[in-house]
């Protein structure tokens, strides 16, 4: 009888840990990453706290969509695993070329309770439901910029009756 191969979990875990430095590295010599950190020095820390605050609100809005497409596609995902998912895959998206290979990352880890089809599908629905979402706002915005123009600082006062409904 052949022997099997097994892999201890520690050393997937520091292969895990050198891949993940290794990305890091990459990222920061690619990205230039002394000049990354004194714009974000010279940044203001108010517009920065809104930032992470926004992404962070729209992240969680996000895994609770799909959260929702999977539960109703018959894939039970927990709040916290959806939230994690989600981050896991816009660190990928953002950090590789294509910015889809987090999502299919997703698919591939969600494949358990419904198989791999089933689970691409909550992905792909999920991002076409953040798609049309965002062409809604786009379009709203471009609605209120041609009905209520106010001058120079047209785009802040066009978004007021957008922020009122």
């Known amino acids: 009888m052949p022997r099997r191969f097994t892999v201890s979990p520690m050393?997937?875990?520091a292969a895990q840990v050198a891949v993940l430095a290794g990305l890091a590295v990459l990222l920061w010599r690619v990205g230039d990453g002394w000049q990354a950190l004194a714009m974000l020095r010279a940044a203001d820390p108010y517009w920065l706290a809104a930032a992470?605050?926004?992404l962070t609100l729209q992240t969680l809005l996000s895994a609770l969509r799909w959260r929702l497409t999977a539960a109703r596609l018959g894939i039970?995902?927990?709040?916290?695993?959806?939230v994690r998912e989600y981050y896991l895959s816009q660190v990928v998206n953002q950090s590789l070329p294509g910015g889809v290979l987090g999502d299919a990352g997703r698919a591939v880890r969600a494949r358990g309770q419904a198989g791999l089809f089933v689970s691409g599908q909550t992905v792909v629905f999920e991002r076409i439901a953040g798609q049309i979402g965002l062409l809604a706002v786009l379009l709203a915005g471009l609605l209120a910029s041609v009905f209520f123009p106010i001058g120079p600082g047209w785009p802040a006062g066009a978004m007021v009756p957008i922020w009122a409904c």
């Open 52 to 54: 992470a605050l926004a």
């Open 76 to 82: 039970a995902i927990s709040r916290s695993d959806a």
């Open 11 to 13: 050393l997937i875990r």
